[in-house]
């Protein structure tokens, strides 16, 4: 088994486990190639950005992997800022109003550093995702649920997290930017960048394993169109 630490939180993964579904003949080199042409680019004006990562490749599938692999490797995790985010709702979890006030400034929070630093936490990656791909007209959601380690035992429920589902030629897939753009040392609060391919449009048998969505249509074990 392989451990990778993500968001704060152990995840055992057999390697090699999650595995790109085989419905799309198609090479990644050239969107990759794109995504890493612009490597850097600022935040400031997301139209722009989506229209340099995906115009001049002729797949949906190839421009939303561009900007897919654009977010993983371009943003970095900021595990303090999701500790705060962790601790404060704990904290507020009897008492939903003050919760939702806090989590409205809170996501200004997270939203101003992500524009400014290229750093966030799960529901920055997730926003980030939908809005290139959006602007590339890819339909694109974010999804909240939990994540979970496959050999726990008891199948407890360890994180909030969030996700994106997006449907490419007709059909909806699931990704995980955050835990593709690398791994978080909980102990040092660390980041250590590393693409991780396996969550980018996993089976969704697997990838249930450790991701739980509040809502159940984006389980995704059923076709859903």
Same mark, same amino acid.
């Given at each position: 088994? =392989?451990?990778?630490?993500?968001?704060?939180? =152990?995840?055992?993964?057999?390697?090699?486990?999650?595995?790109?579904?085989? %419905?799309?003949?198609?090479s990644?080199?050239r969107a990759?190639?794109?995504?890493?042409v612009?490597?850097?680019?600022?935040l400031?004006?997301?139209?722009?950005?989506?229209?340099?990562?995906?115009?001049?490749l002729?797949?949906?599938?190839?421009?939303? /992997?561009?900007?897919?692999?654009? &977010?993983?490797?371009?943003?970095?995790?900021?595990? /303090?800022?999701?500790?705060?985010?962790?601790?404060?709702?704990?904290?507020?979890?009897?008492?939903? &109003?003050?919760l939702?006030?806090?989590?409205?400034?809170?996501?200004?929070r997270?939203?101003?550093k992500?524009?400014n630093?290229?750093?966030?936490?799960?529901t920055?990656?997730?926003?980030?995702?939908r809005?290139?791909?959006?602007q590339?007209?890819?339909?694109?959601?974010?999804?909240?649920g939990?994540?979970?380690?496959?050999?726990?035992? %008891?199948?407890?429920?360890?994180?909030?997290?969030?996700?994106?589902?997006?449907?490419?030629?007709?059909?909806?897939?699931l990704?995980d930017?955050?835990?593709?753009?690398?791994?978080?040392d909980?102990?040092?609060?660390?980041? /250590?960048?590393?693409?991780?391919?396996?969550?980018?449009?996993?089976?969704?048998?697997?990838?249930?394993?450790?991701?739980l969505?509040? %809502?159940s249509?984006?389980?995704?074990? /059923?076709?859903?169109?």
């Amino acid at each position: 088994m =392989c451990q990778y630490i993500f968001c704060g939180w =152990c995840v055992w993964l057999s390697a090699g486990v999650l595995a790109q579904p085989a %419905d799309f003949s198609v090479s990644f080199e050239r969107a990759d190639s794109v995504a890493a042409v612009f490597a850097g680019h600022s935040l400031h004006n997301i139209p722009l950005l989506a229209f340099h990562l995906t115009h001049s490749l002729p797949t949906e599938v190839e421009k939303f /992997r561009a900007i897919y692999k654009w &977010v993983c490797t371009n943003i970095e995790n900021d595990y /303090r800022l999701f500790v705060i985010q962790q601790a404060r709702q704990r904290k507020l979890a009897g008492d939903p &109003v003050k919760l939702a006030e806090w989590n409205r400034s809170f996501g200004k929070r997270v939203f101003k550093k992500l524009l400014n630093q290229k750093k966030t936490i799960c529901t920055g990656y997730a926003y980030l995702v939908r809005e290139l791909g959006r602007q590339a007209n890819i339909e694109c959601v974010i999804v909240d649920g939990y994540t979970s380690s496959p050999a726990s035992k %008891d199948g407890k429920r360890a994180a909030s997290h969030s996700w994106n589902a997006v449907k490419l030629n007709g059909k909806w897939y699931l990704c995980d930017p955050t835990w593709s753009s690398g791994v978080v040392d909980a102990t040092l609060g660390t980041f /250590r960048a590393s693409f991780n391919n396996n969550y980018f449009l996993p089976d969704p048998a697997l990838f249930v394993q450790n991701h739980l969505p509040l %809502d159940s249509i984006w389980l995704l074990t /059923r076709d859903r169109h």
